[in-house]
């Protein structure tokens, strides 16, 4: 009985890992800004799965929200997620040399903010990044992030856990949540994955440096 249930919560997971607290229209469908001012940070961010470009519950003082398909949460879906937020930064990189670019994602989002990073760090300087319940979060503080237990069926570069930063500054939040802390129990998702992270939305919460980890409330040094 039990073993099925937990099979049956897997399954909810694969299906709606990443919900945002606010679902909307397709991401496809967005048409994405040439390039911001380049005054100040440029600051963007990738929803998780179910979100759009417009829908993805972050607020803030924000430049750029990523549309990317994020219907099936999946290595094509994350690289997708890559590949995009590579060009944005890039372009306004092209057009703003000097500008600081801060970036941040929340779960299937946050795999995609970390990818990049882990992929860019050597070639883009003057960045920081927020991981919001990030399942490639890699433990201690507790145990690995979700994507782990799910990597022969997810697939890269959704798949495992790492901490391949370079030198950027990331944050790492992370709060009694399966999606990125599997000792959290399987049982805690969906509600505290969607629940446990209301402030964290609101990017002018987050300054341009921080490089440290919050885990179920407390703060953590790299």
């Known amino acids: 009985m039990r073993a099925r249930r937990i099979a049956a919560v897997a399954a909810g997971f694969l299906l709606t890992v990443g919900l945002s607290a606010v679902q909307g229209a397709n991401a496809q469908g967005a048409a994405a800004k040439a390039t911001a001012s380049c005054e100040g940070t440029y600051t963007i961010v990738v929803g998780g799965t179910g ?27 994350a690289r997708a997620g890559v590949n995009e937020l590579n060009r944005l930064v890039r372009d306004q990189r092209a057009a703003c040399p000097g500008q600081h670019v801060k970036m941040a994602g929340y779960s299937l989002g946050a795999a995609v903010v970390h990818v990049w990073v882990t992929e860019n760090w050597q070639t883009f300087d003057n960045v920081n990044a927020v991981l919001i319940a990030d399942p490639k979060r890699q433990g201690p503080p507790g145990a690995n992030g979700g994507s782990v237990p799910f ?29 990125c802390d599997e000792s959290a129990g399987i049982w805690t998702y969906p509600n505290n994955h969607v629940k446990n992270y209301p402030e964290d939305f609101n990017m002018d919460h987050h300054n341009d440096g921080a490089s440290e980890q919050w885990y179920n409330g407390a703060w953590y040094p790299w």
């Open 151 to 179: 990597g022969g069926i997810v697939g890269a570069p959704l798949a495992g856990a790492d901490r391949f930063f370079g030198n950027v500054p990331v944050k790492t939040i992370c709060h009694w949540d399966y999606v």
């Open 51 to 77: 979100s759009s470009w417009n829908n993805d519950g972050f607020y803030g003082n924000i430049q750029q929200h990523v549309g990317y398909p994020t219907q099936i949460p999946n290595g094509a879906s």
